[in-house]
């Protein structure tokens, strides 16, 4: 199974830091550099970013022109926008300023980084998207968000082509809902984030910091999977979202070499079918609390 093509590369570490798990914090530009060099020659096309990233779009424009991929690569960066403002000029501004921090002819994917923008949709931010994405700074539009009745609402907007959700083998509820289903049948792409809830699903039970000691049960059960499978609590994570969620692509992002080269094995790797099995029978419904960051306290 080669599956690298699926793999979205998550560029938020190379701009600040981020993840719970995240012992090495941002890499510096010749670190970056290397990340985006490896990720590139392993086969992955796509790079996830957001102007709320720091200073990843200029890291990553950085790497991108050095490498010389810069009409190749496919770039996906996001954006917080309130159309109650109506100016329309900055969301075209931002664009713009995206296109000269990253070095790259066009957007592959111009996201909206707030889902309370869908409470605020109208006919008149789809026109001025269409007009965006006719001049050919953009190619598709896209929403990212954290429910799934958002993602059901965003995928019957005629304008957008994909959403982004969280979804891992604790946070299933998304399947639940039948959005992937659903993504299908309105002929939309799905992009999902969190397949290792920001790392936290990776972590040893005596590692996780106090404040959520709840997550001791569900990891007792990973080990059980672990030992079950003859696999890492990695390669649980990654082969349920290979496998369960086989249309969409999977945003990782990486803080170092060693780990995108880690992250590369896993979508190189076969998976027992019977992994989706096991992992829905042990995680039915988990507690908001751990499947939200913006909980954690």
């Known amino acids: 199974m080669n599956c690298a093509n699926r793999f979205v590369l998550g560029t938020a570490q190379l701009g600040m830091n981020y993840g719970i798990a995240n012992a090495s914090g ?13 990720a590139w020659e392993g086969g992955v096309r796509e790079f996830d970013t957001a102007q709320g990233y720091g200073d990843s779009e200029s890291v990553l424009g950085k790497a991108i022109d050095e490498l010389n991929i810069s009409g190749r690569v496919k770039i996906i960066t996001k954006y917080s926008f309130n159309p109650k403002d109506g100016n329309w ?11 000269s921090r990253l070095k790259v002819p066009n957007i592959f994917q ?9 409470e605020l949709w109208t006919d008149e931010l789809s026109a001025h998207l269409e007009f965006i994405r006719h001049s050919g700074l953009v190619e598709k539009i896209g929403v990212s968000v954290y429910s799934p009745l958002n993602a059901l609402k965003a995928l019957k907007i005629g304008v957008i082509d994909s959403i982004q959700i969280p979804s891992n083998i604790w946070d299933r509820r998304f399947e639940a809902a039948r959005v992937f289903d659903c993504a299908g049948i309105y002929g939309k792409d799905v992009y999902v984030r969190s397949v290792f809830l920001q790392g936290l699903i990776c972590m040893e039970k005596e590692a996780v910091p106090a404040k959520l000691d709840m997550v001791a049960p569900l990891i007792q059960k990973l080990d ?6 003859n696999l890492t609590k990695q390669e649980i994570a990654a082969g349920y979202a290979i496998l369960c969620y086989d249309k969409a692509q999977l945003v990782i992002g990486v803080e ?33 609390k751990i499947l939200n960051p913006y909980l954690w306290g």
């Open 26 to 38: 941002k890499p510096d530009q010749k670190s970056a550099t290397e990340i985006v060099s490896a």
């Open 89 to 99: 000029e900055s969301l075209l501004e931002a664009v713009e300023k995206s296109l």
């Open 110 to 118: 111009l996201m909206f980084h707030n889902e309370n923008i869908l």
């Open 224 to 229: 059980a999977c672990c030992r079950m499978f």
């Open 256 to 288: 170092s070499l060693d780990q995108l080269n880690s992250n590369l094995k896993l979508f190189n790797k076969q998976y027992p079918t019977s992994l989706i099995v096991e992992i829905q029978q042990q995680y039915q419904k988990v507690d908001d």
